[in-house]
């Protein structure tokens, strides 16, 4: 029955839409283990395994009771499990043990899984994690290990680890090194954890390179110190932010998306964006500004810019665009306004000089709070 529904697996691993930037990752089947930057390779093995007479694709010769083993994806979701269970086919891809109600990872859980590429381990109850639980897995790049009941970074993660989803635990502390040798790592999703700015000691993210870090919903009063400077997206909505200082971001000149939207942010120092040479998308929605930052007008690669619902009353003339031609490498796209106290009937339209059309710009809705 598989070979009937093969070609449509396929077409969804090649073409799924990305998700929003603002939101955690949400996996829901086996199908998300390959969302973000799909290797051509492991395409390329469904490809390969499919081949052949035609026939039907026999299930593979062993496989955990009540689990599902087709195409080196064993799928053990939802099953009630208190334990990882035993008989898991040695060349694995894709392991998926979300939704049930393993505690604990123990030392030889994985033993032999040398292929593993991704582990779902989401929505358990797994407090302890044996510190030699990962050393089998030496190719595994994904690692999902979301509302679980971690309360600290499981220690001694595969060396070959690319993209780590830890958001929805308990986790309060994150110690120096508490990724060091994972110089692969290029996204970390870790908000809905109970963290504060003091929980990250000196050197925690040392050695890190990533490209993405995710620290929404959690407990942070400020732009946390000493992330990497290599980030292009980095987001810290939902938290109880309540200014950006000049020193804030100023290690992150690659950044293109900053996410600071729900928070309680008054005031962004003058000079604080200017460190930001090649920000594309600002979300500053839903916090306590009274006026537009300074320096968005310098900002030659930005093209969206979210700041409704706060408190701001005036936007002048050259708030957005700068003076003159050829400064602004990229028009906006879009500039949102709307639920502020604006009397946007006052505004000059030479204001939005720099914005692709007037379709662009949202304005309006605005209520007494």
């Known amino acids: ?6 070609p449509l697996l396929l077409l969804c691993l090649a073409g799924l839409p990305a998700r929003s930037p603002a939101l955690p990752f949400e996996q829901k089947t086996f199908l998300d283990f390959a969302m973000d930057n799909m290797d051509s390779d492991i395409v390329n093995t469904f490809m390969r395994d499919a081949e052949g007479s035609g026939m039907d694709i026999p299930d593979m010769p062993t496989c955990p009771f009540g689990c599902r083993c087709q195409l080196r994806v ?21 392991l998926d043990l979300q939704n049930n109600r393993i505690t604990e990872l123990k030392e030889h859980d994985f033993r032999g899984l040398t292929n593993l590429y991704a582990l779902s381990l989401g929505n358990n109850r797994i407090s302890k994690v044996h510190d030699r639980a990962f050393t089998p897995l030496k190719h595994m790049q994904k690692l999902y290990f979301s509302r679980n009941h971690l309360t600290t970074i499981p220690r001694n993660l595969p060396s070959s680890l690319v993209e780590l989803r830890i958001h929805d635990n308990h986790i309060k502390r ?5 990724f060091s040798g994972l110089s692969r790592m290029n ?9 504060q700015n003091s929980d990250f000691e000196p050197g925690a993210f040392r050695g890190l390179k990533l490209n993405y870090l995710r620290i929404s919903e959690a407990k942070l009063t400020g732009v946390p110190k000493d992330l990497p400077d290599t980030l292009q997206e ?15 971001l100023k290690r992150y000149k690659e950044l293109y ?14 000079g604080s964006l200017a460190f930001l040479p090649k920000l594309m998308e600002l979300h500053l929605e839903y916090n306590r500004l009274l006026r537009i930052p300074q320096g968005l007008q310098n900002m030659k690669y930005l093209q969206m810019v979210y700041l409704h619902a706060n408190n701001i009353t005036d936007v002048g003339v050259d708030d957005f665009c700068p003076r003159g031609t050829g400064l602004k490498r990229t028009f906006y796209n879009g500039i949102s306004l709307f639920n502020n106290p604006v009397k946007y009937w006052e ?4 204001t939005f000089r720099c914005v692709t059309s007037q379709m662009a710009i949202r304005f309006g809705n605005y209520k007494k709070k």
């Open 1 to 6: 029955m598989l070979s009937h529904y093969l």
């Open 74 to 94: 064993v799928q053990c979701s939802d099953l009630g499990l208190s334990e990882v269970p035993e008989g898991i086919p040695l060349d694995t891809k894709f």
């Open 174 to 178: 994150v110690p120096a090194g508490a």
């Open 187 to 195: 996204c970390i999703e870790m908000g809905s954890n109970p963290i």
């Open 234 to 248: 980095l987001h810290l909505d939902n938290n109880q932010i309540q200014a950006v200082e000049l020193e804030d």
């Open 257 to 270: 998306r900053l996410g600071l939207a729900y928070n309680r942010i008054r005031n962004i120092e003058d």
């Open 347 to 350: 505004v000059q339209p030479a």
